[in-house]
Each structure stands twice: as structure tokens, then as C-alpha cells.
């Protein structure tokens, strides 16, 4: 009888656990659709912005394994995809105005990191997205925004993001210039490693070029 009891107990607290799993699963499923959709928001905003965002992701991703850490990060790709999500705190007129922003339009600009990251710390699996988006625009230097973080102190994903966001700009036409070729790009980025990039994950990088998939429209 008592064996019996502790089987049945077993097998309740069994279900329970796989029930708890699947609500977990479906929670985090919600999250992401949920924040996904307001990534693309910016989308209609900025017609360059959704095949970059996968772009991003799918550098991004490659980089991350390319450099070991893929494993201890596995939300990053979503922190590569929502890099700009904070855009939906942004006017319209400053994200679509065709010529120079004021400096006043700059520090309206200049919140949309914090705004991202606003939008995603608080969910406990999406850490490392979190931090991506708020360190996305800080440079290896420490001239960057929004708090001028150098070195180590920018997370390693949000370090390795800013090469290949720097790279997928280089290499699309945008209205105001055309694509460099991916050779220019590269020769830019190592330029530039030290000083606006990690010069340990350009290195890391640059080997990868060659191997970058397509991603389709």
C-alpha cells in the first residue's frame, strides 16, 4: 500500500512538473512574440530596419559561435533581433527625417537603448538580450551611449553585435550611399578595432566574411 501511495504521488508530482514546463514554454513563447512584434514595428518605420535585424541575428549568431560563448548566451540571438526595439519610443519624424538630426533630435535618438533594455529586463530568461540592446551602441573606446562603457565592461555579446551591426551597414545601400564592397568593409572594421570595436572579436570576424549566410528578403 505504501509503495503504491509513493508511485502515485510520483506520478502526480511528475505531471505537475511537465504541466509547470509547459506553461513556462508557452509564457516564454508569448514574451517572445510579444516583443518580436514590437520589433517590427520599427520596421514600418524604417523599411532598412527588418532584413537588417535578421541580418544581425544571423551574423550575429555565427560570430557567437565562432568566439565559444554560444552556449553561455543562448538568448543573445534575440538580443541581436531586438538590438533596435527601443526605436518604437522615437518619434517618426526623427527615425524617417531625411536630413542631419538636431542635436536635440540626437538625445531623443540616444534613448532608444534604454528604452529596449526598459522593455526586456525585467523577463528572466532574456539577460544577455537585455543587455545587448542597452550596450549597442557603446564603443571599445568609450566614446559611445548611453554610458560610455569601454573595454570589458561592455558585455561580450554587445561587443561582438557591434561588429557585425557595423558590418551589415557598411554592406547594404541605404538612400544616402551606396554598399561598400565586403573587402572595404573589413578593411574598416580593422581600422577600427581598438578604438570603436573589440580588436579580439574583429579578429575573430573577419575569417567569417566569406562564410555569412544570405539572408533572403
Same mark, same amino acid.
Given at each position: 500500500?505504501?509503495?503504491?501511495?509513493?508511485?502515485?504521488?510520483?506520478?502526480?508530482?511528475?505531471?505537475?512538473?511537465?504541466?509547470?514546463?509547459?506553461?513556462?514554454?508557452?509564457?516564454?513563447?508569448?514574451?517572445?512574440?510579444?516583443?518580436?512584434?514590437?520589433?517590427?514595428?520599427?520596421?514600418?518605420?524604417?523599411?532598412?530596419?527588418g532584413q537588417h535585424?535578421?541580418?544581425?541575428?544571423?551574423?550575429?549568431?555565427?560570430?557567437?559561435?565562432?568566439?565559444?560563448?554560444?552556449?553561455?548566451?543562448?538568448?543573445?540571438?534575440?538580443?541581436?533581433?531586438?538590438?533596435?526595439?527601443?526605436?518604437?519610443?522615437?518619434?517618426?519624424?526623427?527615425?524617417?527625417?531625411?536630413?542631419?538630426?538636431?542635436?536635440?533630435?540626437?538625445?531623443?535618438?540616444?534613448?532608444?537603448?534604454?528604452?529596449?533594455?526598459?522593455?526586456?529586463?525585467?523577463? &528572466?530568461?532574456?539577460?544577455? @538580450? #537585455? *543587455?545587448?540592446?542597452?550596450?549597442?551602441?557603446?564603443? $571599445? =573606446?568609450?566614446?559611445?551611449?548611453?554610458?560610455?562603457?569601454?573595454?570589458?565592461?561592455?558585455?561580450?555579446?554587445?561587443?561582438?553585435?557591434?561588429?557585425?551591426?557595423?558590418?551589415?551597414?557598411?554592406?547594404?545601400?541605404?538612400?544616402?550611399?551606396?554598399?561598400? &564592397?565586403?573587402?572595404?568593409? @573589413? #578593411? *574598416?572594421l580593422a581600422r577600427?578595432?581598438?578604438?570603436? $570595436? =573589440?580588436?579580439?572579436?574583429?579578429?575573430?570576424?573577419?575569417?567569417?566574411?566569406?562564410?555569412?549566410?544570405?539572408?533572403?528578403?
Amino acid at each position: 500500500m505504501f509503495a503504491r501511495d509513493i508511485g502515485v504521488l510520483y506520478r502526480d508530482q511528475k505531471e505537475r512538473a511537465e504541466q509547470l514546463e509547459e506553461a513556462l514554454a508557452s509564457l516564454k513563447t508569448t514574451y517572445l512574440e510579444t516583443i518580436r512584434s514590437l520589433a517590427f514595428v520599427v520596421e514600418a518605420k524604417d523599411a532598412y530596419t527588418g532584413q537588417h535585424l535578421e541580418r544581425c541575428r544571423a551574423y550575429g549568431v555565427m560570430l557567437m559561435e565562432a568566439l565559444g560563448v554560444a552556449a553561455d548566451h543562448p538568448d543573445a540571438e534575440y538580443g541581436f533581433l531586438l538590438h533596435d526595439a527601443g526605436k518604437v519610443g522615437v518619434p517618426e519624424r526623427i527615425l524617417s527625417k531625411p536630413g542631419p538630426l538636431t542635436a536635440a533630435e540626437w538625445r531623443v535618438m540616444r534613448t532608444h537603448p534604454v528604452i529596449g533594455y526598459q522593455m526586456l529586463e525585467n523577463i &528572466p530568461f532574456m539577460t544577455t @538580450a #537585455a *543587455e545587448i540592446v542597452r550596450c549597442h551602441h557603446e564603443m $571599445f =573606446d568609450g566614446s559611445g551611449y548611453p554610458e560610455g562603457l569601454r573595454a570589458d565592461e561592455i558585455p561580450l555579446p554587445a561587443r561582438a553585435f557591434s561588429v557585425v551591426d557595423a558590418f551589415d551597414a557598411m554592406t547594404t545601400d541605404r538612400p544616402y550611399r551606396r554598399a561598400m &564592397p565586403a573587402e572595404q568593409a @573589413a #578593411a *574598416e572594421l580593422a581600422r577600427m578595432a581598438g578604438s570603436q $570595436f =573589440d580588436p579580439d572579436v574583429v579578429e575573430v570576424f573577419l575569417p567569417l566574411i566569406e562564410r555569412l549566410p544570405v539572408v533572403s528578403p
